[in-house]
């Protein structure tokens, strides 16, 4: 792997979206060569989600810093986003815009990685049941919205998923009840909630550990 350069920082940018303009953090590989492109998904905008979240922004630089060029938008509806919130089911045509300009960007990467946050992970599996799991490296998957959305079965092989053992917005045993007859492993993170309070760290630490092996 490249050597390490000074650590970037998030570019605001613009993308076509289908339903208008979408605004996107971009935040360059922190390797001197870009090893793949990661798309992470924000969670839900009524309560307050956006591109700026802790989660969304732990995820970004933990793979920057693996080589991952990283892609975050507000999806529509969303801070200066055009369009309005369709419940996960418009936003995942809006991540497939930010996938298509991200391809177009770097034409050459072929390794790509899907990330979300609560609502943000039913958009990205929904996104990797369109392309089909061949097209994706994979899914991490942090807290997910099990119990808000009917959520697609997702590639076992190719998902991390990590839940907090004392979620107060989706509970685990919802997530271990639809995890079980996928037979997908959960990562619980003892005596956490659902925005990792304190926990950040380690989060990276867990997906670096994971996706440094990729």
């Known amino acids: ?24 953090l971009r935040l360059s590989s922190a390797l001197e060569t870009t090893v793949g492109i990661v798309l992470v998904a924000h969670p839900n905008p009524t309560e307050g989600g956006t ?18 060029v990283a892609y975050c938008p507000n999806l529509r509806g969303v801070g200066n986003s055009a ?29 790509l990685t899907l990330a979300g946050f609560s609502f ?8 990797c049941e369109r392309m089909g799991s061949d097209a994706v490296e994979g899914l991490i998957l ?3 919205a099990v119990s808000r959305h009917n959520f ?3 590639p076992v092989s190719k998902t991390l998923l990590i839940h907090g053992e004392e979620d107060e917005v989706i509970s685990l045993d919802t997530v271990l009840n639809w995890a079980r007859p996928q037979s997908l492993p959960v990562v619980v ?26």
């Open 189 to 214: 993170f003892p005596g956490v909630g659902h925005y990792f309070h304190g926990k950040l760290t380690q989060l990276s630490d867990w997906v670096n550990k994971e996706w440094r092996i990729k």
């Open 152 to 154: 697609p079965a997702v």
């Open 120 to 127: 943000g992970t039913f958009v990205q599996s929904q996104l």
């Open 51 to 68: 591109f700026s979240n802790k989660i969304v922004h732990t995820l970004a630089k933990t793979l920057s810093r693996l080589g991952y």
């Open 1 to 24: 792997m490249s050597t390490p350069r000074k650590a970037p920082s998030f570019e605001l940018i613009e993308i076509d979206g289908p339903a208008g303009k979408l605004e996107c």
């Open 142 to 144: 942090i807290g997910p």
């Open 83 to 111: 369009g309005a919130f369709e419940n996960g089911i418009g936003e995942v045509d809006d991540m497939a815009a930010v996938l298509a300009f991200a391809q177009s960007e770097h034409p050459a990467l072929s390794r």
